[in-house]
């Protein structure tokens, strides 16, 4: 079996990110692996459809801002080092590919919900990691089981 050099962990930061978090700092371990994480934020003009007359610079700045001090936070806990923490704006499963080819992973580490039937079809972020994935990918199945 062959040990995983580089590999990217995905959070919402939400409480379910813990395990997530916990299961990706143990392959690390094991494999003697670099450990980075990433955080998307989506733009708030995606939430709105860019239909709101008015500068959101402002408010978009807080996010930021607020995300910095919570990806710190978080990183602090599994020993990330600052230029291993990457927060990122856009759509989460292209910024997680992007992401992943450009810092050269060989495993990205995602939360799932294990969702079936519509809620399948209709996506979600692991499900969008996966598909796409130039690299392996582990989906730690998360919430109620």
């Not at 995300?67 to 292209?94: C, D, M, R, T, W």
């Amino acid at each position: 079996m062959s040990h995983y050099q580089h590999i990217l962990l995905a959070v919402d930061l939400s409480d379910e990110s813990l395990k997530v978090a916990e299961r990706a700092a143990s392959i690390a371990q094991l494999s003697n692996a670099k450990l980075s994480l990433v955080h998307t934020i989506e733009p708030i003009n995606f939430a709105y459809g860019g239909d709101i007359p008015m500068d959101l610079t402002a408010i978009q700045e807080q996010l930021d801002e607020h995300a910095h001090k919570k990806v710190a936070e978080f990183s602090s806990k599994y020993n990330i080092e600052e230029a291993n923490q990457h927060i990122v704006v856009g759509l989460p499963q292209n910024e997680i590919h992007r992401l992943a080819k450009e810092l050269q992973v060989d495993l990205v580490v995602v939360g799932s919900h294990g969702r079936h039937g519509l809620s399948l079809l209709l996506g979600s972020t692991s499900n969008g990691v996966l598909h796409g994935a130039e690299c392996d990918i582990l989906a730690v199945r998360v919430g109620n089981d």
